[in-house]
């Protein structure tokens, strides 16, 4: 195509030219290349913000596109030997724009489901923070929901970012991507909060050493050793006419805990009394006796962070906030307590959960293990998904590694699994989920693009037969 404007028709022969194509896709290889990197030294995430979904990505693919078109558009009118390289052109068209339909409307993230239990809740990877607000130290109202992407656009002291609460003000003033992180435990005078205590577990063949505490003093907190439960609390009631070994530390005062010992199938108390630190009591099962290392009648529990440069399976973000010059680590999943006199915030750094629409019931969970180790060889689950509704046929499937579950849009692949940290024993199953709208276009992308590749390869035969 030829235009009478020079300039115009200047810039046309730039654009459907080697000179624009050639570097558009030495840049796509460089970035690809860059990304494959990124995500050997790091991780997958890191791989997908810093480069696989960045602004420099969509821009050099979008110029592709441009390119492309106007290769096309200028062979018009098109001969019956244009139609070959027209066809590879719009396959490449289309593969693009299947992904960016699955970039923007796709999803991709995990659900934990535990034995015998459901969930239809899904974690992106997409973060959220979100402050619940309560007045009467009971009832918490959401005041704050907002998205937050601190990996791309970290907020500093000079630069917090500042959520409004009113006349107050929360200030998150930094951002660590990486981060080891510790649980400390430290006295505090916070009203509400709760009792920490630390202690041993001991026979001839046990020596386990636990500290649990109270999120707030009404809450109850737990440790399982597995044959015996330890709570701190309040003593409740057994829900059936028995009950398992456990033993209940309730604050009594400022030095002294009340202990109330249960024994299995018993459902009165076996022994009660008064402890304090470097007390030994006698549980009178398996010869276990508990002796208390540590209480603390009021105490928070925070997290000790520790930058590193890469990921690692230890490691998380984590966020420091700020309220009235009162300081404060809050790392990713997890919540933090900030209290006033009349009122208490609760601070969630978390990443988005999404309803799926529909649960997923864990009926059973199967897991092999390499001979003479506790390493995982392999892994199933035996999920239902889906409900009664008339809208879903509820499907029964086992899921492995290898043979995931499609249902409703979605792909449901075994990802891993959790155990008790104390027993080894499996607890829940760890399933990624995919739903990817713009795979049939990149299916059909393909398709094209093969297609004018052959008829091509053809085309170039027959001109080479006819001579």
Not at 118 to 125: E, G, L
Not at 178 to 191: G, H, I, M, N, S
């Amino acid at each position: 195509m030829v235009f009478k404007n020079k300039q115009f028709n200047k810039f046309w022969r730039f654009s459907c030219s080697f000179q624009l194509g050639i570097p558009v896709i030495a840049s796509i290889a460089i970035l690809i290349a860059w990304g494959t990197i990124v995500e050997s030294q790091y991780d997958a995430f890191a791989a997908k913000k810093i480069v696989f979904d960045s602004w420099m990505m969509w821009a050099i693919l979008s110029l592709l596109v441009y390119n492309l078109t106007v290769v096309v558009i200028d062979r018009w009118p098109w001969k019956l030997n244009h139609y070959p390289f027209i066809t590879v052109h719009a396959g490449i068209i289309v593969i693009i724009f299947g992904g960016f339909i699955t970039y923007k409307y796709g999803l991709d993230g995990q659900i934990s489901v535990g034995i015998n239990g459901k969930n239809n809740f899904i974690s992106v990877p997409q973060t959220d923070l979100v402050v619940y607000a309560t007045f009467d130290g009971d009832r918490y109202s959401k005041i704050v929901d907002r998205e937050v992407d601190f990996f791309n656009n970290p907020p500093t002291k000079e630069k917090p970012f500042k959520v409004e609460l009113g006349e107050d003000q929360i200030e998150v003033i930094e951002y660590v991507k990486y981060a080891r992180l510790q649980a400390k435990v430290k006295a505090t005078e916070e009203p509400l909060a709760g009792a920490s205590v630390r202690f041993q577990l001991m026979n001839a063949n046990v020596k386990q050493v636990q500290q649990i505490t109270q999120t707030k003093k009404d809450k109850e907190a737990t440790f399982n050793l597995g044959p015996a439960q330890v709570f701190l609390g309040a003593v409740r009631e057994a829900k059936t006419g028995g009950r398992g070994n456990e033993i209940f530390l309730t604050p009594y005062d400022a030095d002294h805990l009340k202990y109330t010992i249960f024994h299995r199938q018993i459902k009165k108390p076996f022994k009660t009394g008064t402890i304090k630190i470097g007390d030994v009591v006698a549980t009178g099962w398996m010869g276990l006796e508990l002796r208390l290392l540590d209480f603390l009648p009021k105490a928070v529990e925070e997290f000790e962070v520790t930058p590193f440069e890469r990921p690692t399976p230890l490691t998380s973000s984590a966020i420091r906030i700020r309220n009235q010059n009162v300081e404060k680590w809050l790392v990713l999943n997890d919540v933090v307590k900030i209290f006033r006199n009349s009122t208490a915030y609760l601070l969630s750094y978390q990443n988005r959960r999404l309803d799926l629409g529909f649960p997923i019931f864990l009926k059973k969970f199967d897991v092999i293990r390499y001979q003479g180790t506790k390493k995982a060889m392999e892994y199933a689950s035996l999920v239902r998904v889906g409900d009664e509704s008339p809208a879903q046929i509820p499907v029964e499937q086992l899921i492995s590694m290898n043979e995931p579950l499609k249902f409703n849009g979605y792909t449901i692949y075994q990802a891993s699994f959790q155990e008790d940290e104390v027993t080894g024993e499996p607890t829940a199953s760890v399933f990624s989920v995919n739903k990817d709208p713009g795979r049939p276009i990149k299916y059909l992308g393909s398709l094209i693009f093969s297609l004018g590749i052959v008829w091509l390869f053809y085309q170039r035969r027959k001109r080479r037969t006819a001579v």
